[in-house]
């Protein structure tokens, strides 16, 4: 789709002002001899100082006083980190992440947020501090070397960490704009609970980076997504990144990732309602893709979160879940089939309605 030019939409919304978010502000800041090393590792050093926070640099390239007496407690600390490194060789061989993307790449590992139903749990290694990588020109000078022959590439950035919540103090989603915008053959794939997205807006993107948020029904979003925007900001921020401009690349291209969807008491009430608010909110033609992505959970994952929020409310009760098995043999569980079903329905009718020019790019 291209964005309709005949009737600009407005740039704001009546009876729409949802409260600026606060940006993620760590309490410990540390930098490794190699991080400083890399002439970007320097420029984050620089973001970092013109912000006044407290800044460390180890001796040696290995993070220490991360842990505490119990699993929360490491939680607590790590959360309250930001460690700039760099990537270690593994990060140069990339996995594919279908169906997102082609290939996943990492700028960073670990996220402000504090989501209980974190898919990273049990995913990264050692505590979950956000490790910001400062060689992060090679890493993208590393993508070329994965194309596609005769189609686009597509790449997913967003799969270990939230790049808009640390972007205020890396720029490196900016700095993976402004590559794929001189990419003819590729293209760039983001997603976010966060809503930073000035600093973005005029960027030369030429229309090959996809910016996605994730929302949820208000019952979840408010009581599991701890430390984020909230779902009106985030749409907000979506709706700015989606208006035509006339510098920079335009309008990018969005996306909204509805997950994890969950089976909640009276679910189409509070899921038509978020629809309902996505469309209000984008009131114009816009080139928009949705990816329904149904809660699931593995048992490494329930055990990590349990260890990171005790008392959480979330239903991770394997009752009325199917298992479901990956080739190399692990298992997580899903809804039951009929369940899955309904849900599946109920999104691909409303979203058709709703959304007769959107494109829903897969149900999981």
């Not at 504090?114 to 890493?139: E, F, K, M, T, W």
């Not at 030369?204 to 009106?232: D, Y």
């Not at 997950?259 to 309902?276: C, F, R």
């Not at 979330?314 to 899955?340: I, P």
Request: aromatic content about 10%.
């Amino acid at each position: 789709m291209v964005l309709s030019t005949a009737i600009a939409p407005s740039t704001s919304q009546p009876n729409s002002n949802p409260l600026k978010s606060r940006l993620w502000v760590p309490e410990r800041v540390i930098f490794t001899p190699a991080a400083l090393d890399e002439p970007w590792g320097q420029q984050i050093l620089s973001r970092i100082e013109s912000l006044g926070l407290p800044i460390e640099q180890l001796s040696r390239n290995r993070l220490t006083g991360l842990r505490g007496e119990t699993d929360r407690e490491t939680y607590d600390i790590a959360k309250r980190t930001l460690a700039v490194v760099t990537a270690p060789p593994s990060q140069f061989n990339l996995s594919p992440i279908p169906p997102s993307a082609d290939w996943q790449f990492h700028i960073a590992e670990g996220c402000p947020a504090h989501c209980q139903y974190c898919y990273l749990a049990g995913s990264l290694q050692g505590p979950p501090v956000v490790r910001v990588y400062a060689n992060l020109p090679r890493i993208l000078e590393n993508l070329s070397h994965y194309k596609s022959p005769g189609k686009t590439t597509s790449f997913e950035v967003s799969c270990y960490t939230d790049p808009l919540g640390i972007e205020h103090l890396t720029g490196g989603l900016a700095e993976c704009i402004r590559y794929f915008g001189t990419r003819h053959d590729a293209h760039l794939r983001w997603v976010s609970k966060f809503d930073a997205v000035d600093s973005l807006l005029e960027l030369p993107h030429q229309g090959r980076t996809r910016c996605r948020v994730s929302v949820n029904a208000a019952p979840i979003a408010a009581r599991f997504e701890g430390g984020t925007a909230s779902v009106a900001a985030r749409l907000q921020a979506l709706r700015k990144l989606a208006l035509p401009r006339s510098l920079g690349g335009g309008a990018y291209p969005i996306g909204l990732v509805i997950a994890p969807i969950m089976a909640i008491e009276n679910w189409q009430e509070h899921y038509a309602q978020l629809l309902g608010n996505i469309s209000a909110t984008l009131d114009f033609d816009c080139d928009l893709t949705f990816e329904l992505i149904s809660h699931r959970f593995t048992p490494g994952s329930k055990s990590v979160l349990n260890s990171w929020y005790p008392h959480s409310k979330l239903n991770m009760s394997e009752e009325n879940r199917s298992v479901k098995r990956n080739k190399f043999g692990g298992l997580k569980y899903v809804y039951a089939a009929d369940t899955m079903k309904s849900l599946r329905q109920f999104f691909e009718q409303e979203i058709n309605q709703r959304f007769s020019k959107a494109q829903t790019l897969y149900w999981t």
